[in-house]
């Protein structure tokens, strides 16, 4: 399944596998792609006081950027959460604006599921 494949992803940091200056394109890949970002974000979460010390990029077009491809309120709270307790080193900026993308992304989805959802049920059965 994806999230073993993803998990066995994440574990090439801890085989060393990742050159230290790849974590930020590394973690900004895996989060921007569904089927790894949990996996992704679970381990950021768990590693990030080690991580963060060895990685000052994060923020920018990194790891913190990247947590704006989030776009459910439960993800949004989730990094307001983790990052009330916890300093992005660099990446303040990068944190404030992923936030305001997540914000946008809900507010979209929520603006157009009604419409969505109409279209689905009017509309007739595509692919026959």
């Known amino acids: 399944p994806q999230s073993a494949l993803a998990q066995r992803t994440v574990a090439l940091i801890d085989q060393g596998k990742v050159h230290q200056q790849d974590y930020p394109s590394f973690f900004s890949a895996l989060l921007a792609n569904p089927a790894t ?22 923020g920018g077009r990194g790891a913190v950027s990247a947590l704006g491809t989030f776009c ?9 959460q983790f990052f009330a307790s916890r300093r992005p080193p660099g990446a303040e ?11 946008d992304c809900i507010g979209f989805k929520q603006a157009q599921q009604g419409n969505m959802e109409k279209w689905l049920t009017e509309s007739p059965t595509r692919g026959n």
Request: proline share 2%; charged share 35%.
């Open 37 to 58: 970002r949990p996996a992704a974000w679970n381990y950021l979460k768990k590693n990030w006081d080690a991580l963060a010390v060895k990685v000052t990029s994060f």
């Open 72 to 80: 459910s309120a439960r993800e949004r709270d989730d990094v307001q």
């Open 93 to 103: 900026r990068a944190l404030r604006q992923s936030l305001e993308r997540m914000n």
